[in-house]
């Protein structure tokens, strides 16, 4: 089994900063993309940030140059730090890693996190 455990959420107001971190543990070989998505109430579910194992990123227009990821992969967390927060950033943000469990199979899957909310109210 694998767990991803999110935390860092809260209330902030506009312009303030959050740093969320999400931790993978339990049956991992590998780690390959992991990833931030966010969800408002009566929205889908949209793609924040993403980054690969090897490095590199992909960020939402939405996003770009606010927020940044990150990860340590010795600790397979992922990080997303948030600045200049906007009313529209409200959300449950949620992350995400493609595992492989085992060096025996290439089967990958991606697993998410319970959700952690970020509110920006002034």
């Known amino acids: 089994q694998v767990q991803l455990v999110e935390s860092g959420g809260g209330l902030v107001q506009p312009g303030g900063s959050l740093r969320l971190s999400c931790a993978a543990s339990g049956s991992i070989f590998s780690i390959s993309t992991m990833g931030w998505y966010r969800q408002a109430p009566g929205k889908q579910r949209e793609l924040v940030a993403i980054m690969p194992s090897g490095g590199g990123s992909n960020y939402s227009d939405s996003v770009k140059g606010r927020f940044g990821i990150s990860r340590d992969n010795a600790k397979n967390t992922v990080y997303l730090q948030m600045n200049s927060l906007k009313p529209e950033d409200t959300a449950a943000y949620y992350c995400?890693?493609?595992?492989?469990?085992?060096?025996?199979?290439?089967?990958?899957?991606?697993?998410w996190g319970q959700g952690t909310q970020v509110t920006v109210n002034s």
């Open positions: 995400s890693a493609v595992i492989r469990s085992s060096r025996w199979s290439t089967v990958a899957t991606t697993y």
